[in-house]
């Protein structure tokens, strides 16, 4: 959604708004009610915190416990289609008669949805039993029972009233810059950023739910399977608009015939036999994406990509507006996100530097929603990561440490790769470490802008450098599968351009810090000069030092910020998508 240059006008008071720089702690913008940062302030506090004091004594939930807690939430939630006007009392009233209702809330997604959560499954089952199939005239319903309800009115001019709704998209360019610039200094500016973009906890709900109204369509195959999110709706590095990552297990299937034994016998599946497990996903997930292709409501474009290295089925949810990737066979997947999820939980700051580093690369076009020769956003978080491994102290543990950490539970070998490491949170020791987000972005920037890259690769195992094994540009080795290079994708010139900005972004921080906390101006300044267009930045920076007169100062900022608003968030439906361009 593009804003006119002449709107941002109106908010030129905000940037003359100097910050000063009051060191406040990290944690303190974090505490916003109801979302997912929230949950994980209250639940995975690194222990032995300084800033309160009190985190050590609160437990922090597993990976597993919280996908667990959250599939078994979705299960006892409906996803209702709602007339525009609705009064919401009225709503609820009606929905009651099928047993109480936990939570509830509304959301616009191309019309009015309401994500409604029973205290009970059987209320589900009792409002599908009340519910009947439509008849659309020329057209046959196809009378498939779902968790997907459209509600309509008898008497459409009774209801007046329009409900709260629950914000499902990440800010516009123009409400996070005003919001970076209101920040009081840089480390205000990497919470704040966060805030914004991070998954709210209704947006994680409907993540969940999705998850679980497609599971109810495989399960029409195979009773056992679990449809489980992965990747970053599940592992905290998701921002508002990211895609939903949905692993098919149907381990539960296969491991029963292992499991049933008594005495002499052992009784199996009369089964079909394929050549190879890869032509069993393909199967598989041909049967389910025709499945949804046909029969589920609200499941369009549907994509069977069954040649690719990893198989998928990928569509759109309409009712939820997430673009899903459908895997099965891919639990290493599964894995990768229960470790960044740890890692994301171990100190509040990095999930403030991974989604810095995630918008930086997003506005600079460095990663891209299009696949091709550009660097992930998977391989940033690594990135990332390794780089607070290198910290000294350092602020993560190495994965080798957190697998001598692991118990006999925590061991998992998968496709005879060892996966073994602590799951439980409580067992990790805090970091010592008392950086800067300010100071360790600028340091980011610089040990990036300064790697090694044609001889060294990156390995968060060990955290630390390694000679490389091939002549990739990048090697960012796989955590799990070792052999394996998570950016072999990444050409020279993708790679020279993330060096490139990386070293002029370490400068525009560089000059922040020689500025001050007594400068005073209307220049983007901080978070927000790193997320201009590295010319617009440098130039204004440039502007700033020889202190061109503020109006100047102010058409530089405009020009700037308006000529890198050309682009338009729509996606190929014409949908507002979620971007972090600025
Ligand atoms: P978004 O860009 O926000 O979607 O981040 P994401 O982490 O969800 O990335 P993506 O959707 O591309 O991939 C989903 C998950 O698959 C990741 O979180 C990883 O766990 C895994 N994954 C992605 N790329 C690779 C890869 O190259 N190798 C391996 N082993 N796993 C990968
Ligand atoms: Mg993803």
Not at 128 to 147: D, L, Y
Not at 165 to 175: A, E, F, T, V, Y
Not at 409 to 422: A, G, L, P, R, W
Request: a positive charge; glycine letters at 4%; one cysteine or more.
């Amino acid at each position: 959604m593009a804003v006119p240059g002449v709107g941002l006008l109106t908010r030129l008071h905000l940037y003359a708004q100097r910050r000063t720089r009051v060191q406040r702690p990290v944690l303190r913008l974090l505490s916003c009610p109801g979302t997912v940062a929230e949950d994980l302030r209250r639940d995975e506090q690194p222990s032995g915190s300084k800033e309160t004091g009190f985190e050590d004594k609160i437990p922090k939930k597993r990976f597993s416990e919280m996908q667990n807690e959250r599939r078994e939430q979705a299960q006892r939630t409906v996803l209702i289609h709602c007339p525009e006007k609705i009064s919401e009392k009225k709503f609820l009233k009606y929905l009651s008669q099928h047993g109480s209702i936990n939570n509830h809330f509304f959301y616009e997604s191309f019309g009015l949805y309401a994500v409604v959560e029973f205290c009970q499954k059987e209320s589900v089952r009792s409002l599908q039993n009340e519910t009947h199939a439509p008849s659309k005239g020329m057209e046959v319903a196809i009378p498939f029972r779902s968790r997907f309800f459209n509600l309509k009115l008898k008497n459409q001019t009774s209801e007046r009233s329009r409900v709260q709704m629950s914000n499902q998209l990440p800010p516009s360019s123009k409400k996070l810059f005003e919001v970076l610039c209101d920040a009081e200094n840089i480390d205000d500016q990497l919470n704040t950023l966060l805030k914004e973009f991070q998954l709210t906890e209704e947006n994680t709900k409907l993540r969940y739910l999705t998850c679980s109204l497609i599971e109810d369509i495989a399960a029409a195959y195979f009773p056992d399977c679990i449809v489980r999110p992965f990747g970053s709706s599940v592992n905290t590095f998701g921002k508002l608009g990211c895609d939903l990552d949905m692993f098919l297990d149907l381990n539960e299937t296969r491991s029963l015939s292992t499991h049933k034994t008594s005495g002499n016998f052992l009784m199996e599946f009369q089964v079909k036999n394929v050549p190879s497990e890869r032509i069993a996903t393909q199967k598989i997930l041909s049967v389910i994406g025709e499945c949804l292709d046909n029969f589920s409501p609200g499941c369009v474009g549907v994509q069977k990509i069954l040649n690719a290295r990893c198989p998928l089925v990928r569509f759109s949810h309409q009712a939820s507006g997430l673009q899903c990737d459908l895997t099965t066979n891919n639990r290493i997947a599964l894995t990768s996100s229960e470790l960044l999820y740890i890692y994301g939980a171990l100190d509040s700051r990095v999930r403030a530097l991974v989604f810095t580093v995630r918008c930086w690369a997003r506005a600079h076009s460095l990663t891209s929603s299009i696949p091709g020769a550009w660097i992930t956003n998977f391989s940033l978080t690594m990135m990332v990561i390794f780089f607070l491994q290198r910290r000294s102290p350092p602020i993560l543990p190495t994965l080798d440490s957190l697998q001598t950490l692991a118990d006999a539970e925590d061991k998992c070998i998968i496709e005879s790769n060892n996966c073994t490491f602590v799951r439980d949170l409580n067992r990790i020791k805090p970091s010592e470490n008392t950086e800067t987000l300010e100071l360790l972005l600028k340091e980011f920037f610089e040990y990036f802008g300064n790697f090694a890259f044609n001889k060294n690769s990156i390995n968060i195992r060990q955290g630390r450098e390694q000679n490389k094994p091939d002549s990739s540009p990048l090697y960012i080795q796989n955590p799990f599968e070792t052999s394996l290079n998570i950016s072999k994708n990444v050409n020279q010139s993708q790679l020279q351009k993330f060096v490139d900005l990386a070293q002029e972004s370490t400068w525009i921080l560089q000059q922040e810090h020689l500025d001050g906390p007594s400068i005073s101006g209307n220049q983007p300044w901080g978070l927000v000069a790193l997320l201009l267009p590295s010319g617009a930045s440098r130039k204004s920076l440039g502007k700033k030092k020889s202190r061109k007169p503020a109006n100047e100062r102010i058409k530089v900022l405009l020009e700037s910020i308006k000529s890198n608003r050309t682009e338009n968030f729509t996606d190929t439906n014409g949908k507002r998508q979620i971007s972090t361009q600025t």
